[in-house]
């Protein structure tokens, strides 16, 4: 059973960065595809990037893309989201998720998910 466990959130001005980040224990760290997801009130839960098990490969989805960029440090069993030129529509609930699947951009195919953490966009 693997646990992980997000911080970093929090209220920041547009145009801001937050970095969130995600501790994992209880498994093989390495062994998993690590993704972000968020949901906004009223919205279902949507993809935001991940990153394969070694770092090599990273997607994002067009919302995010070259503003947000993730990373994982194997050593540490963690996985980061730095969020730059942060937009009021990026505010949700952040959510880590691991999977053993090779699938990265579908929430179907996470295995274990985090409690989240907030982020709220506003001047």
């Known amino acids: 059973q693997v646990r992980l466990v997000e911080s970093g959130g929090g209220l920041v001005q547009p145009g801001g960065s937050l970095r969130l980040s995600c501790a994992a224990s209880?498994?093989?760290?390495?062994?998993?595809?690590m993704g972000w997801f968020r949901q906004a009130p009223g919205k279902e839960r949507e993809f935001v990037a991940a990153?394969?098990?070694?770092?090599?490969?990273?997607y994002y989805s067009d919302s995010v893309k070259g503003r947000f960029t993730i990373s994982r440090d194997n050593a540490k069993n963690t996985v980061y989201l730095q969020m730059n030129n942060l937009k009021p529509e990026d505010t949700a609930g952040y959510y880590c998720?691991?999977?053993?699947?090779?699938?990265?951009?579908?929430?179907?195919?996470?295995?274990?998910w985090g409690q989240g953490t907030q982020v709220t966009v506003s001047s």
């Open positions: 209880g498994g093989t760290f390495s062994n998993y595809v």
């Open positions: 990153i394969s098990r070694n770092g090599g490969l990273t």
């Open positions: 998720a691991a999977s053993l699947k090779l699938t990265m951009t579908s929430r179907g195919a996470y295995d274990y």
